[in-house]
């Protein structure tokens, strides 16, 4: 009995604790939700308060407006999400840049710019206008373009004694290092070095004046022989001939990617278009993405320039999509050409690096395949001597991949982007003396008639400056 009440005892301490625990948890239940009832009651008060703030004007009088809408607190109050306006991007939305409609806004572009290039049309007809060359400075301003540049390493030399070669040598050190520094390649800086010291060795040191003569005439004496082409390029006395014979003149454009190969061959076709003739141009760059697209925005323009003539296209595009064998695509285009009587067919080909074995052996194939009256290298002056280095792993590879004992090589070349170089005119230079080919172009600008053709005294001036 006594062991029965000891457990009794047990059981009733045990449930009291029980008890005891379960109040107090209940109690700290009550305590944590009449605390978050106080947080949460606070926190209504503190938006009231400061709703009641943004309500009262910069004055601190209470706003005017009465619209449900203005209250902070209104469920149609709440603004969407705003789109975000960079700071440099001049306030205007991206959909002013957004073309891939063709829309009326790109339709008003396109009208602009041919506006703009109706202003040339009829101006650009013959041969190709050669680079500008400055006038030559008088007087004073010939003193201070003297003492500047190449002339201003002359300067030791005036006296009454004959000039040595001895005391020339220090001289041309100077300036070959100036010429190389005009990206001119090392090996013919000291070639029309060479030709400077030729001049002026044995000459009295009579005037400053008669030396700067002696230097010019040198240099242009040499660089004439470096820019003489070994085959001389007559683009339009070549045309008619091929017309003649009932086939169009064809062309081909390679070189690297980005170099401006679409670009300028649509100048050359405002030129051909200038000078009366019907050219087709052929979308053989089957690879980038847009290529097809930008030479149909090309012919678009040049159509609108040149419009048809009794029923006969002057411009047109002949394209069949990507992911096309190349060498196919030229070779229709081609009879194409011929059985509608387009006078040129010009030919774009896709960029490719000189060291892509694959993509050279294709562009060796098309060459071979269509035999082009004349095929151009595209480089850009921009990139110095890598220009010198790129043509002349073309024409290796053009001869590697030819399958043929005369394999074709570069036939001419198209120097692009010779606006952004300023004087540092060396890779043309550089270009012509490797290979032996001549700049046929020279691209100028981004406008159609920005197309020149280079001359000697233009790079003179340059190398002198």
Same mark, same amino acid.
């Not at 009454?160 to 070959?176: K, N, S």
């Not at 270009?431 to 080919?437: E, F, L």
């Given at each position: 009995d006594d062991d029965d009440d000891d457990g009794d005892a047990a059981n009733t301490s045990i449930a009291k604790g029980n008890e005891d625990e379960s109040s107090t948890q209940?109690?700290?239940?009550?305590?944590?939700?009449?605390?978050?009832?106080?947080?949460?009651?606070?926190?209504?008060?503190?938006?009231?308060l400061k709703a009641k703030k943004s309500a009262l004007s910069p004055s601190g009088k209470k706003s005017t407006s009465t619209s449900a809408t203005s209250s902070p607190l209104s469920p149609t109050a709440k603004k969407g999400k705003e789109a975000r306006v960079w700071a440099l991007g001049g306030g205007k939305s991206?959909?002013?840049?957004?073309?891939?409609s063709g829309g009326s806004s790109t339709d008003a572009n396109l009208a602009d710019e041919i506006s703009k290039l109706r202003v040339h049309v009829g101006k650009g007809g013959g041969d190709i206008r050669d680079m500008a060359v400055e006038d030559e400075p008088e007087g004073e301003q010939e003193d201070a373009k003297a003492? *500047?540049?190449?002339? =201003? !390493?002359?300067?030791?030399?005036?006296?009454?004694?004959?000039?040595?070669? +001895? #005391?020339?040598?220090?001289?041309?050190?100077?300036?070959?290092?100036h010429l190389i520094g005009k990206n001119v390649a090392a090996d013919i800086a000291q070639k029309l070095c060479d030709s400077i010291s030729k001049g002026l060795v044995? *000459?009295?040191?009579? =005037? !400053?004046?008669?030396?700067?003569?002696?230097?010019?005439?040198?240099?242009? +004496? #040499?660089l004439t022989r470096i820019l003489s082409p070994v085959r001389r390029i007559d683009i339009l006395r070549d045309i008619m001939t091929c017309k003649a014979r009932g086939t169009p003149f064809s062309i081909v454009f390679c070189g690297v990617n980005?170099?401006?190969? =679409?670009?300028?061959?649509?100048?050359?076709?405002?030129?051909?278009?200038?000078?009366?003739l019907r050219v087709l141009i052929a979308a053989c760059d089957t690879f980038r993405a847009g290529a097809v697209e930008q030479l149909r925005t090309h012919q678009r323009k040049l159509d609108a320039l040149y419009p048809s003539q009794d029923g006969r296209v002057n411009v047109m595009l002949y394209e069949k999509g990507y992911n096309k064998d190349d060498a196919a695509i030229a070779a229709d285009a081609i009879r194409f050409g011929q059985s509608e009587q387009f006078d040129v067919v010009l030919v774009d080909t896709a960029g490719r690096m000189q060291d892509n074995e694959k993509l050279m052996r294709s562009l060796a194939k098309l060459i071979r395949v269509n035999e082009p009256n004349l095929v151009l290298f595209v480089g850009e002056a921009l990139v110095g001597n890598e220009a010198v280095d790129q043509l002349t792993k073309f024409n290796k590879a053009l001869a590697d991949h030819s399958e043929s004992e005369k394999p074709r090589l570069i036939d001419g070349i198209v120097l692009t982007k010779f606006d952004t170089i300023d004087d540092k005119v060396g890779a043309a230079i550089s270009?012509?003396?490797?290979?032996?080919?001549?700049?046929?172009f020279v691209g100028t600008g981004q406008s159609y008639p920005d197309l020149k053709k280079l001359n000697v005294k233009s790079v003179v001036q340059s190398l002198l400056k």
């Open positions: 209940a109690s700290e239940a009550e305590d944590g939700a009449a605390k978050e009832a106080e947080m949460m009651r606070m926190k209504v008060e503190a938006m009231k991206t959909q002013n840049f957004d073309y891939s003492s *500047k540049g190449v002339f =201003s !390493f002359f300067k030791g030399l005036t006296g009454g004694t004959v000039i040595t070669q +001895e #005391a020339l040598a220090p001289v041309m050190d100077q300036v070959r290092l044995g *000459k009295p040191k009579s =005037s !400053f004046r008669g030396i700067q003569g002696i230097v010019k005439e040198s240099l242009e +004496e #040499a980005g170099v401006g190969k =679409s670009t300028n061959l649509s100048k050359i076709c405002y030129w051909l278009l200038e000078n009366n270009m012509t003396y490797t290979t032996g080919q001549p700049i046929v």
